[in-house]
């Protein structure tokens, strides 16, 4: 079984940094890929960043546009994390942030989700 948890949210003034952490527990993930949504106040939740599984033996990052360039995600297969570096924050980056995984080499349909971590970046 696969468990996620985040950690690391927290209130910013806008210019700020913060990095997310994501544990992942109950098996390893090297074979899934990890990632990040968002979700505003009402608003849908997004696609933020995400980096490929070990297959074929290339880690791979891509972003949605908004955040490139500002934020940055590495992961970690030997401590089962994935971390996303967030700098220049904006006041439309507030949000809750989830971590998810999928089995396979990309990710596209999320299927294990954390509970997400409040991010919040004043003005």
């Known amino acids: 079984q696969v468990q996620l948890e985040e950690s690391g949210g927290g209130l910013v003034q806008a210019g700020g940094s913060l990095t997310l952490s994501c544990a992942a527990s109950g098996r390893s993930l090297s074979s899934y890929a990890m990632g990040w949504y968002r979700q505003a106040p009402g608003k849908e939740r997004e696609f933020v960043a995400a980096?490929?599984?070990?297959?074929?033996?290339?880690?791979?990052?891509y972003y949605t546009d908004s955040v490139k360039g500002r934020f940055t995600i590495s992961r970690d297969n030997a401590n089962n994390r994935v971390y996303l570096q967030m700098n220049s924050l904006k006041p439309e980056d507030t949000a809750v942030y989830s971590c998810?995984?999928?089995?396979?080499?990309?990710?596209?349909?999320?299927?294990?989700w954390g509970q997400g971590t409040q991010v919040t970046v004043s003005s």
């Open positions: 980096v490929t599984s070990n297959i074929s033996g290339v880690f791979n990052s």
């Open positions: 998810a995984a999928e089995r396979g080499r990309y990710l596209v349909g999320a299927d294990y």
